[in-house]
């Protein structure tokens, strides 16, 4: 998943980095408790404020807006996280803190995915009764419809792209929008009314997991579907609804939806009145209303800027009301091999790196950890892997005689210019490419700065192959959690080349390796789960060996529940509180 937006004061962070380090160890004279129960880093692991309490407004804030509200359409993670209120898909992310969190589990369906023909068919039996905002019944036809509209990037260009990768369609299939006979689209059928068959071209043995993770399987009416519109009022099948239209940059309200029956959705609560979301604020604003209770969540769930972060981490009752959870995310930099397809100019940058200053750039200790492999520490068998460009460099500030010496195998001995992209209203990537630039330049490799908006960032610019050619893009700054929790769902989308799309592309190194390609075709038919992990940790090592991923942190955040919060826990599927389970009180 693509990561959470970020907008963050980095000098500030930098200067409170030390502070942080101690107030993070829970040195607090009350171990970190609030003197009302709250707990320092509970809700990492446990529900807070546990309450059945219904009624109120549950705010939501955030500094930008959602790349889309079309449940198909949104790769961002707290997106995905966010539209659960309203849309329920086959399967979903199971909503329990801790690991448990992580597992799928059904959602629309009756039970997991019943596969057959050697696991290339896969079958869904529905529930029955699960209706509409408008009181009509859920049926097959609506999913089969649903995935049809994922085969159209040109409707729908932010979202995954599995299905046009894993369905066997027959041969070419350009989507319900330019085909609107759906008994053309032979990846799905329905036999009945609720059952729904997904016919692969070859085993897959994950594919609950891709069912679940996103909205792509959550069902739209065909006469209800507005194309590229259809974000605007997305039809719910959950506890909320839309009143009206949502308003880009602005915001909209979410009230009861009276046709969501509970006891056919075990998965989402449904206790405030309403669910208010307001786009556009500034980041810091955000975080004072947190702390006032006037705001209940930022929306993008990677923690609160710098300013917050040190009144948090110094006042022990506001850090009683915090948690600095391993958030699943890795910040990486993916290196294009189109643009520098010398493997040693590759290498040239990954040792030169100061990661070290990287590292710094996103926060020290309080905002993760220096990485080592591509996989986080909690995807499932992954493995720490060699960290194959600093054995001589255990500070990671940069090997500048290795630099040098694979500068001159790939032909450079006087160093290159490239150009690197990051998002500019993420002072985070800012930094960090700056701190790229500084260390670069000491061994002659000249790094050409450009920012662009998070809005546009991942699908007209780091993640459309065409503007990387046309303008010679080297490397970005980027952001990556699992799909789901095995190294398929981590590493897939960024290494595999079946993967590259026009747009919202995430393999942005447009990695082509016939080793990796081979590994990937392969494990798919691979039923032993830890012999899959085995060749998962393979394809990351493979990756790093070709230095066409820059490893640089895993993402821990400092979370702020207010304390007219209910329900609150971090969710190990998106990295952040889980949205559709919270109340409100007060």
Sequence with gaps: MKSPKVVTSTAAGIVVLGLGLSACGGGDDDGGGGGNGAKFDAGSTAVVNVSDHKGGVLKFAQPDDFESLDPANIYYAYGLNFVRIFSRSLMTYNSKPGLEGSKMVPDLAEAPGTASNGSKTWTYKLKRGVKYEDGTEVKAKDIKYAVARTFDRS???????????????????????????????KGVSTPDDYTVVFNLKSAFSEFDQVVG?????APVPAAKDTGVRYGMHPVSTGPYKLQGDYTPKKGGTWVRNTNWDPATDPNRKQLPDKIEVQSGLKAEEIDSRLQAGTVQIDLPGSGVQAAARQQILTNPKLKANSDNPLAGFHWYIPLNTKNIPNIECRKAIVYAADRSAMYRAYGGEVGGQVSTSIQPPAVQGREKG????????????????????????????????????????????????EALQQSLAKVNIKLNLKGYPSGTYTNEQLGAPKFMAKEKIGLGTYGWAPDWNTGYGYLQPVSDVDAIVPTGNANAEELDDPQVNKM???????????????????????????????PNVYAKSLLYRPTNLTNVYFHAGYGMYDYANLGVTG
């Design 155 to 185: 409707v729908l260009h932010n979202g995954p792209s599995y299905f046009p990768q894993l369905l066997d369609v027959g041969g070419k299939y350009d989507g319900p929008f330019k085909d609107k006979n759906l008994d053309n689209f």
């Design 213 to 217: 993770f996103s909205g792509q399987t």
């Design 386 to 433: 060699t960290d194959f460009y600093t054995k001589a460099d255990p500070t990671y500030t940069g090997d500048q005689a290795q630099a040098k010496a694979s500068l001159a195998k790939c032909g450079k001995p006087g160093g290159f210019s490239t150009n690197m992209i990051f998002r500019s209203d993420r002072p985070k990537e800012k930094a960090t490419a």
């Design 520 to 550: 990937w075709d392969d494990v798919v038919a691979v039923q032993d789960p830890a012999q899959r992990a085995k060749i998962y940790n393979q394809i990351d090592a493979r990756i790093r060996e070709q230095a066409a991923i820059l």
